[in-house]
């Protein structure tokens, strides 16, 4: 195995790609600058030859971060007339659905990778399509290849879920007949709960303080979301017990009861604990796969794309009609401190060089821990309400790894076709050391103790094998998203270069197993343990939901129970992104709901424009 530096580019690495022109990259330690992508391209145009006037205006807006929930905050808020400024502290915007060109010719989806949760209001009242958002709809959902002695089997098999009811049926049958009746059975249930739950997360929660102890008419502006909440028990009705178990019991417990099949119950398990540090055995983590099931493509219910040119063309999209309305977007101006009035309002922003910035409200896009402990004056919060933010879990088991390939990925359990062309299972999602629960729970284990197991679970895409516009011409890019790995390691172990290539070795040992010539195929690569999510993107822990979505910590629990509503502690102070409700994914729910109440918190000030 070629070791290859976690972000590096050698002159024998980049003989072996098949470019098509190569991009200008500016190469430094653990960074790389890009000058061509279009989600820096437009940005730059943006802020244009006028940076100096931009940043000495005053606004009604200011908005801290330009990922893309703060990006929509931003287009919801200058398309209701208010003078809005996002302020971005990397050199690209996105956030966690951003597009990267680490290696020349090959575009990465470095963090996101897969699109199904973005809101059907968004992408209409946007306009996403007309400004620029283009998917390709992926005809398969799920697909496990299988090593036989693993799995019992005399030979290498598979299970591909797919949109095909026929064919779905067939690939449970092979392993259970009564499994594959259950299956859409048990799959009607689920999206008819995630169906019900929808309409919560167009909404600010439910404000228990102001329920509490709240005026009458704080109590009557919570009569929607009441009325909402109500609505959606309603609909999930006699399916209410199933609701109960998925938020309360192990996804094992119910998995078991309604399947025999080990790999349909380990890739229906995966659902419940993507990105969350739980294990199948783990109560209560049954919320993250009603989470999976709520979103739609295009008017078509429960489907997943890849964004034509990567997660940041959805991100760039929403950047598009933000800047249509009026709205500027700024690139590399971190925010050092969030400004107060004499009345301890929110009242601008103060950036690292110094410059102030005034407006009338703010909006974090950050996390809250970053917001509330980092950005905002100690004195101006609570003490309560700090030992709560504090107390905010941000556990993150996930290491990334984005691969640059000179071919396409041959499965032994399903070999390539003679022309090339990828089949439906290489644009799934590719489930590894998946043939059953307990494997899964083997890789969790160890993480708990700060260590890492030998057979991590490893989630693959390769979203070339739809958008020829990410690879060079016979070239393929692939994300893997693996689990579990610590932040912390044992034994005081760092995650430093050497340690950052071990594991990756590790993985692609794995990978190899079910794909021969998958190592010899790579290119390049990019890897992302917890500490380089949380340095690079703000990811704090490297949690890819901005807090783990645990009972504790959704709907009125998010951030935590006396800030649910976007509102903080601060007037004029909110939170825009993925640690307020709904949580994380990239639906862009908490931007347009934040920015919608904030909008009515002005007006009712008196200070609209």
């Keep these: 195995?070629?070791?290859?530096?976690?972000?590096?580019?050698?002159?024998?690495?980049?003989?072996?790609?098949?470019?098509?022109?190569?991009?200008?990259?500016?190469?430094?330690?653990?960074?790389?600058?890009?000058?061509?992508?279009?989600?820096?391209?437009?940005?730059?145009?943006?802020?244009?030859?006028?940076?100096?006037?931009?940043?000495t205006q005053e606004y009604d807006a200011i908005i801290i971060g330009a990922g893309h929930n703060g990006l929509t905050a931003s287009a919801y808020l200058q398309k209701a007339g208010l003078k809005t400024l996002v302020l971005e502290r990397r050199h690209v915007i996105g956030g966690a659905a951003v597009?990267?060109?680490?290696?020349?010719?090959?575009?990465?989806?470095?963090?996101?990778?897969?699109?199904?949760?973005?809101?059907?209001?968004?992408?209409?009242?946007?306009?996403?399509?007309?400004?620029?958002?283009?998917?390709?709809v992926r005809p398969a959902g799920a697909y496990a290849p299988l090593l036989g002695e693993s799995a019992g089997?005399?030979?290498?098999?598979?299970?591909?879920?797919?949109?095909?009811?026929?064919?779905?049926?067939?690939?449970?049958?092979?392993?259970?007949?009564?499994?594959?009746?259950?299956?859409?059975?048990?799959?009607?249930?689920?999206?008819?709960?995630?169906?019900?739950i929808g309409p919560l997360l167009d909404s600010p929660p439910v404000d228990l303080s102001s329920l509490g102890d709240g005026s009458f008419k704080d109590r009557m502006e919570m009569w929607p979301a009441i009325k909402t909440l109500l609505k959606t028990g309603s609909q999930i009705g006699k399916n209410l017990p199933m609701f109960y178990e998925l938020l309360t019991a192990p996804v094992a417990k119910i998995l078991d009861r309604w399947f025999e099949s080990e790999p349909l119950k380990a890739i229906l398990a995966t659902d419940c604990i993507t990105g969350a540090m739980v294990s199948p055995q783990t109560p209560g983590a049954g919320y993250v796969l009603l989470h999976h099931v709520m979103g739609e493509i295009e008017g078509v219910k429960h489907a997943w794309a890849?964004?034509?040119?990567?997660?940041?063309?959805?991100?760039?999209?929403?950047?598009?009609?933000?800047?249509?309305y009026g709205a500027t977007i700024m690139t590399e101006k971190p925010v050092d401190t969030i400004m107060l009035d004499s009345d301890q309002k929110a009242c601008g922003v103060v950036l690292e060089d110094g410059t102030e910035i005034r407006s009338k409200m703010v909006l974090?896009?950050?996390?809250?821990?970053?917001t509330y402990l980092n950005l905002t004056p100690q004195e101006a919060l609570p003490k309560e309400f700090i030992q709560d933010v504090q107390a905010i879990d941000y556990t993150s088991p996930v290491t990334k790894i984005n691969v640059a390939l000179d071919?396409?990925?041959?499965?032994?359990?399903?070999?390539?076709?003679?022309?090339?062309?990828?089949?439906?299972?290489?644009?799934?999602?590719?489930?590894?050391?998946?043939?059953?629960m307990d494997r899964i729970t083997a890789s969790y284990e160890p993480c708990t103790r700060g260590e890492i197991y030998h057979r991590p679970m490893i989630e693959m895409c390769i979203p070339s094998s739809l958008d020829r516009t990410i690879a060079p011409e016979g070239c393929h890019v692939a994300t893997l998203f693996t689990q579990?790995?610590?932040?912390?390691?044992?034994?005081?172990?760092?995650?430093?270069?050497?340690?950052?290539?071990?594991?990756?070795?590790?993985?692609?040992?794995?990978?190899?197993?079910?794909?021969?010539?998958?190592?010899?195929?790579?290119?390049?690569?990019?890897?992302?343990?917890?500490?380089e999510l949380e340095r690079i993107f703000g990811l704090t822990g490297g949690n890819i939901f901005h807090g783990a979505m645990s009972l504790d910590q959704i709907y009125f629990g998010r951030p935590v129970t006396s800030a649910a509503s976007y509102r903080s502690p601060v007037e004029g102070l909110y939170l825009c992104g993925s640690g307020a409700h709904p949580g994380g994914g990239v639906m862009g729910a908490p931007g347009r709901n934040a920015a919608r109440l904030a909008s009515k918190d002005l007006e009712k000030r008196g200070k609209r424009r």
């Design 1 to 55: 195995m070629l070791r290859l530096p976690v972000i590096t580019l050698r002159e024998t690495l980049l003989q072996k790609v098949c470019f098509r022109k190569p991009s200008v990259i500016d190469c430094s330690v653990n960074q790389v600058t890009l000058r061509n992508l279009s989600t820096s391209q437009a940005v730059h145009r943006a802020a244009g030859g006028c940076q100096e006037d931009a940043l």
């Design 99 to 136: 597009t990267e060109e680490i290696v020349p010719g090959f575009k990465f989806s470095r963090c996101s990778y897969v699109l199904s949760l973005l809101r059907p209001e968004i992408y209409e009242e946007l306009e996403l399509k007309k400004h620029g958002l283009r998917v390709h």
């Design 153 to 196: 089997l005399s030979r290498p098999t598979s299970l591909l879920l797919s949109s095909n009811a026929k064919n779905t049926y067939d690939q449970i049958a092979q392993f259970s007949e009564k499994d594959a009746k259950e299956y859409f059975v048990y799959s009607e249930i689920i999206e008819g709960i995630g169906a019900a």
């Design 306 to 324: 890849f964004p034509e040119g990567g997660m940041g063309g959805v991100s760039q999209s929403i950047a598009n009609a933000a800047q249509s």
């Design 364 to 370: 974090s896009n950050a996390t809250a821990r970053i």
């Design 407 to 436: 071919r396409l990925p041959n499965f032994k359990a399903d070999p390539n076709l003679a022309s090339g062309v990828p089949g439906a299972h290489h644009t799934s999602t590719i489930h590894l050391n998946c043939e059953s």
């Design 484 to 531: 579990y790995t610590p932040y912390h390691l044992a034994n005081g172990e760092k995650w430093d270069e050497r340690k950052m290539n071990e594991y990756a070795d590790m993985v692609f040992d794995n990978i190899e197993d079910y794909c021969p010539g998958f190592k010899s195929s790579v290119v390049g690569r990019d890897i992302l343990p917890p500490p």
